[in-house]
């Protein structure tokens, strides 16, 4: 979220301009001064109001679609989904990685217990399992995003 000045004298525009993308749309709401009085801090102040008041669910999205999106850094594409070998090349395991309520937390699966192919699968099980309910978080704010932002375009139209 952007917050940035704007003078242009061959427009007679001067205020401040907030801009987003959230859920594959653009948001932008310019505060003119002339609106606020001529005054460039109340305008200002206006534009940072309205920058914070829709900051926490644009910050929760976007912190959802860094952990839930698939990757093109791993072979599988996972995100929370690795295989490590243990130093001296001794065993290797895959490990599930979620967080919950803050907090972070891991669960591992042996390749010599399990088997290779076993151990992925139960990795992936976990992780998918264990971060059911962000998919769902995920889907429920972009859905309210994008119907709000259809009811005020509608509401626009003539």
């Known amino acids: 979220m952007r917050v940035g000045r704007i003078e242009d004298p061959t427009k007679r525009m ?15 709401k310019f505060f003119s001064d002339r609106a606020y009085g001529g005054s460039s801090k109340k305008a200002k102040a206006a534009a940072e109001a309205f920058a914070l008041e829709h900051l926490p669910d644009h910050q929760e ?11 093109r850094n791993t072979p599988h594409g996972i995100p929370g989904v690795a295989r490590y070998v243990r130093s001296g090349g001794t065993s290797a395991f895959w490990t599930a990685y979620w967080t919950q309520n803050g907090v972070r937390h891991r669960k591992s699966y042996s390749v010599t217990k399990l088997g290779e192919h076993e151990a992925r699968e139960l990795a992936f099980a976990t992780r998918l399992e264990m971060t059911a309910g962000n998919q769902e978080r995920l889907a429920e704010l972009i859905e309210t995003y994008v119907n709000d932002r259809k009811a005020k375009q509608q509401r626009r139209r003539p």
């Open 61 to 71: 999205i976007l912190s959802l679609k860094r952990r839930m999106l698939p990757r």
């Open 14 to 28: 001067f205020g401040w301009l907030v801009r987003y993308w959230v859920a594959g749309r653009r948001t932008r």
